[in-house]
């Protein structure tokens, strides 16, 4: 990567001089795990070092003026940050100014100004996105970064290959939960953390895996990304990352108990609080924005922290670029989820002269602007927005209709073969129509179950899993019992029994 040796230069000289380091992160599970893997690899060089996550509601995203001011002030010689400084250019400028020296490591698109690469006037910026960057694979996240920085430092330092591989764990939690698409060096790297969940001795993993009735010996994508890894973003989102943080640095045994505990309550609330925003976000749409080509909606009482949930939700409901915000201390807040068809980050940078901060990818965004600029800035979008109705279509796509007579265990196994899933590498998706529904029957605390029986034109029994509002499919099938699914194959075991199933994804009922 550009810049990596460099990276390495400036931070084993300031480690031999005993200067003072500061590792600078961010408050989601990239930020988090992207921090922990640069402390424990920095820790193991012998560098005095400490770390500062920004608080969500307070700083807002990255590295910031009052962050810079605080680390001067506490003789800090040479800051690092990990998933986040690339768009920070003013912020630092003012660490050089104050004497310090700056490494930066990202993964975030690099601002643009007319048209050419704004970067940072860093001591050495690590980030494979930059243009002249030769770095095969530019697709991963802040943690394989600052993984990749801590391999560099390790070469460099003599330290046994062996110990690196030991982090590799965290850079595929944060590979996972930071949805970076699951090919090529991300698929391998993935691959091998997860098998990593059998043997690791950190605690603070464990216990989480504990407190959510998962089993160590079998963790998948799936469960980093809807389990495991809402609740190290909980801490984040509602208080702060530092308790993820400390989770994951815990030695004993009590404290990391208590902490999987406090982060795992604090994933329900989060639940909670998220439905009732999206229910909100979607009755303003349907009465105010629904000829709308991109969904901006203001949500002045809904927690900051959940607007990009939320607005995953829009984009889900509506197939429609969307934009949630939300009112905080300074100004009005807010993040986005995309379509394949809308690349979010440059229609934000078309319109940055309304916005006070922004940054993200193609597929999201977060910003922040004048309550004032609101309605001009969901205006400008929609005015600009090349979008037409078929891109709002939702589209589905299957690998290959296949009967359920044809799902056995032994495919199953194959199928596994295929994993990690994930955004990029998705399970197969097979479907069938016109099957009969014998019977049904909703099920979880919150009825988001559906279990139902089915049977083929051939007369092959199948059971069916739907995780959706049963109460609205109850409503939607009323007596009609025949039914056209997409779904994935899977073995449910219960009590000591196996059984086939098809876990389904989409649905039309005829």
């Given amino acids: 990567m550009k810049d990596m040796d460099r990276a390495v230069q400036i931070i084993l000289g300031a480690i031999r001089e005993g200067r003072r380091l500061r590792i600078v992160g961010d408050y989601d599970i990239d930020g988090v795990c992207s921090t922990y893997i640069l402390l424990k690899g920095l820790g193991r060089l012998g560098a005095r070092v400490d770390y500062e996550i920004p608080d969500r509601v307070k700083d807002g995203y990255g590295i910031n003026e009052s962050i810079i001011e605080q680390a001067a002030a506490d003789g800090v010689e040479l800051i690092v940050t990990c998933d986040n400084g690339i768009s920070a250019y003013t912020q630092i400028e003012r660490a050089r100014e104050l004497g310090m020296a700056v490494v930066v490591t990202d993964h975030h698109d690099v601002p643009l100004d007319e048209g050419k690469e704004k970067i940072p006037p860093a001591d050495a910026v690590v980030n494979p996105k930059q243009a002249d960057c030769g770095y095969p694979f530019p697709e991963i996240c802040g943690g394989m970064v600052a993984w990749k920085l801590?391999?560099?430092?390790?070469?460099?330092?003599?330290?046994?290959?062996?110990?690196?591989?030991?982090?590799?764990?965290f850079a595929a939690v944060a590979t996972v939960g930071d949805v970076m698409k699951l090919k090529d060096e991300n698929r391998i790297v993935v691959k091998l953390g997860l098998a990593d969940f059998k043997t690791t001795d950190n605690r603070g993993l464990l216990k989480l895996v504990e407190k959510n009735g998962l089993d160590r010996a079998d963790i998948k994508a799936y469960h980093i990304g809807f389990i495991i890894g809402p609740c190290l973003n909980a801490g984040g989102r509602l208080q702060t990352a530092k308790l993820a943080l400390r989770l994951l640095l815990a030695e004993d045994e009590d404290e990391a108990d208590r902490l999987a505990q406090t982060l795992t309550e604090l994933n329900a609330e989060r639940k909670d609080m998220t439905l009732r925003g999206t229910k909100e976000a979607c009755r303003i749409v349907d009465e105010q924005y629904s000829r709308d080509k991109v969904l901006v909606v203001f949500l002045p009482d809904c927690h900051e922290s959940l607007a990009g949930i939320i607005a995953g939700r829009l984009r889900e409901t509506y197939c429609k670029p969307s934009i949630v915000l939300t009112r905080g201390e300074e100004c009005v807040k807010g993040s986005g989820r995309s379509i394949e068809s809308y690349h979010m980050f440059l229609a934000l940078t078309e319109v940055k002269e309304l916005l006070l901060k922004f940054g993200g990818h193609p597929m999201a965004a977060g910003l922040s602007l004048e309550e004032r600029n609101v309605e001009e800035f969901r205006r400008r979008l929609n005015e600009q927005a090349q979008l037409t109705e078929e891109d709002f279509i939702p589209k589905v796509w299957i690998d290959v209709p296949m009967p359920i007579q044809y799902v056995s265990e032994p495919l199953i196994h194959q199928l596994d073969l295929l994993e990690p899933f994930g955004q990029g590498n998705e399970k197969p998706l097979f479907a069938e129509k016109g099957l009969m529904i014998r019977s049904f029957r909703v099920m979880g605390?919150?009825?988001n179950v559906v279990r139902l029986s089915l049977v083929s034109g051939d007369g092959t029994a199948m059971d069916?899993?739907?995780?959706?509002?049963?109460?609205?499919?109850?409503?939607?099938?009323?007596?009609?019992r025949q039914i056209d699914i997409t779904y994935?194959?899977?073995?449910?075991?219960?009590?000591?029994?196996?059984?086939?199933?098809?876990?389904?994804?989409?649905y039309k009922i005829r």
């Fill in 488 to 506: 994935y194959p899977s073995v449910n075991e219960y009590n000591g029994n196996r059984n086939l199933q098809v876990v389904i994804k989409n």
């Fill in 150 to 169: 801590v391999q560099a430092l390790y070469e460099a330092a003599g330290v046994p290959e062996g110990e690196w591989r030991k982090l590799l764990i």
């Fill in 464 to 480: 069916g899993l739907i995780f959706c509002d049963g109460e609205a499919f109850a409503a939607e099938l009323g007596s009609r």
């Fill in 445 to 447: 605390k919150q009825s």
